[in-house]
């Protein structure tokens, strides 16, 4: 397993954590990110025939004091079931900087077409011993999966 998969595995399991006791978490930035902190995704993503997927956009931050990613996943259907797109470091400097997750996924799983991607800039910051989730930004998006 690579560092990138380890980082995305790690940012996607604590957002897990955190997003479990409310579904409503992610649809906004949570009340400790500043307004100016943001994370976007692009309309369109990319899907190959054996099944890699490609997800991107632009991400804005500051004062990270740990490491920060950013973590995608993806969702296509009415089944609800989302998949891990890829992890991506990130760099708090108040700049605006382009992210791009791509990860390999079963063929077929994803199709071009509609599609649902949810983002976020997420810190892991020390704590009592256990890094702690700190999010910066949080986005979903409707998307078009392009072949």
């Known amino acids: 397993m690579t560092l990138r998969q380890v980082m995305g595995t790690a940012a996607g ?3 897990l954590l955190l997003a479990a ?3 409503h978490a992610l649809s906004q930035p949570p ?4 307004p100016f902190e943001t994370v976007t995704v692009d309309p369109t993503g990319t899907v190959t025939a054996d099944g890699t997927v490609t997800l991107s ?16 996943s993806l ?4 089944s609800g079931v989302r998949k891990g797109v ?3 470091s990130a760099v708090c400097d108040g700049a605006e900087h382009r992210w791009t997750n791509t990860d390999r996924t079963e063929p077929g799983r994803f199709k071009p077409g509609a599609a649902r991607v949810e983002a976020s800039l997420m810190e892991l ?3 009592g011993g256990l890094p702690l989730p700190y999010f910066h930004a949080a986005q979903k ?6 072949g």
């Not at 956009?57 to 995608?72: D, E, L």
């Open 13 to 15: 399991s604590a957002l």
């Open 21 to 23: 006791p409310s579904a």
């Open 31 to 34: 009340a400790s990110a500043a």
């Open 57 to 72: 956009g632009t991400y804005r931050c500051t004062g990270g004091t740990g490491p920060v990613f950013v973590s995608s």
């Open 75 to 78: 969702g296509q259907g009415e």
């Open 86 to 88: 890829g992890g991506t």
């Open 125 to 127: 910051r020390s704590g």
């Open 141 to 146: 998006q409707d998307v078009t999966l392009v």
